[in-house]
């Protein structure tokens, strides 16, 4: 599980190099061809995003994707998502929603690379799969408003984020200790981190519910109205037992 992280950050490091290079390439025919992988880039971009939103209840508008900007009319690959109702997502929406291009991304250039390498397939495949790499090295790298996104829902409520950052390093924790997929034959090694991935919100999921019962029981134990213990242990009360005073005559001697 954790060459996911190895793969997250290299993907993430390759992307923002090979996007400075798109920027400054400048040879007209080369410059074309990079656009056209730019747009496929930026196409998987978008559609990560409204993905995992969906996939994490986000309310998701429109998907554009466009291949010129629209006040120049120069190309310029760019697009986006819609969220309608952004102030009612919390962190973890946010986070997941931001960084979905990165992970869709990592998981598309793994599948790739088990073609590539451990797949025996004729050579325009190949040809294909490494071009198709490019692209998402153009496009998988989090936008500068993805990022914005994920501090202002931050932000907006700093205890319950950070009540979410802590359910997700322990579910990471649980499956990282106890959870071993590899007993399973999949055909392909991508198949492991995504499954290890889809255990990790299985388990933040069970963690969440399971507080959220516990905090449920001891809310509802203080709204009851239960007997007090002073109550429970209520003192009786006895007379004081005051005997009857003897009238006896004093004795003669």
Known sequence: MLDLFFWLFFMLIVSITVQ????????PGFKTFLHVLAFVGVFVHEVAHYALNVLFGVKTGKLKVKY???NKGRVAPHGSVGLPEFERNSFLQTFVGSVAPLLVSTFLFLFCLDVIFNLKTEAWVDVVATVFCVSLFIGSEPSAQDMRLIGISFRKDTSYSLYQIALVVASGLVVW???????IYLPFEVLYYIEYFLFVILIYFVLKTTFWIISSCFSALKRSNLPSIKLLTRKRRFKMFTPRKLHEKEAQW
């Open 68 to 70: 010129r900007s629209q």
């Open 20 to 27: 400075s290079w798109y920027r400054r390439a400048h040879t």
């Open 177 to 183: 200790l106890f959870v071993d997929l590899y007993f």
